[in-house]
């Protein structure tokens, strides 16, 4: 089995929203499982309090209740907390906005804060902005095929 080469600087630390992550839980075989499964190993998910804070309140969602106990909840919440880059959002980056739905604005001021340079994101009011200076706005197809055409075969 060839091991997979580390992901490249541009997915080192990513910000990853929170529908993406969503997505990943619910659907264990979808285009962001896939995704979350190699930023999970290859690299790291960037959070803030905000960004994470968001995450909690959608998970908790009673209608997430037929679909993930809440043990997997709580595991995942535990094990994106454990492994994550935490990142505060200076007072300046908090006050400004970006997207049309200023719930969105948390991601890119967490990337921003970050320094990171990839936002994964399904959210057309967040991917309309790519790119934004140095950060890239892309969705998880878009991220899967950059890190595909990145990986060098060992």
């Given amino acids: 089995?060839?091991?997979?080469?580390?992901?490249?600087?541009?997915?080192?630390?990513?910000?990853?929203?929170?529908?993406?992550?969503?997505?990943?839980?619910?659907?264990?075989?979808?285009?962001?499982a896939l995704l979350l499964d190699h930023l999970l190993v290859q690299g790291r998910l960037v959070f803030s309090k905000a960004s994470f804070a968001e995450l909690e309140a959608r998970l908790w969602k009673p209608k997430?209740?037929?679909?993930?106990?809440?043990?997997?909840?709580?595991?995942?919440?535990?094990?994106?907390?454990?492994?994550?880059?935490?990142?505060?959002?200076?007072?300046?980056?908090?006050?400004?906005?970006?997207?049309r739905d200023r719930t969105d604005d948390v991601f890119i001021q967490t990337a921003l804060a970050a320094n990171v340079r990839r936002l994964i994101?399904?959210?057309?009011?967040?991917?309309?902005?790519?790119?934004?200076?140095?950060?890239?706005?892309l969705s998880p197809r878009a991220a899967l095929d950059e890190i595909a055409g990145m990986q060098a075969p060992l």
């Fill in 1 to 32: 089995m060839k091991a997979e080469a580390p992901l490249a600087p541009p997915y080192a630390q990513v910000v990853v929203d929170t529908n993406v992550l969503l997505s990943a839980a619910l659907l264990p075989q979808s285009l962001p």
């Fill in 64 to 99: 997430f209740d037929r679909y993930l106990s809440l043990e997997v909840r709580r595991r995942l919440l535990h094990d994106l907390d454990a492994s994550a880059l935490w990142v505060k959002i200076p007072a300046g980056l908090g006050a400004r906005t970006w997207s």
């Fill in 121 to 137: 994101t399904g959210d057309q009011d967040l991917l309309i902005l790519h790119p934004l200076g140095d950060l890239h706005l």
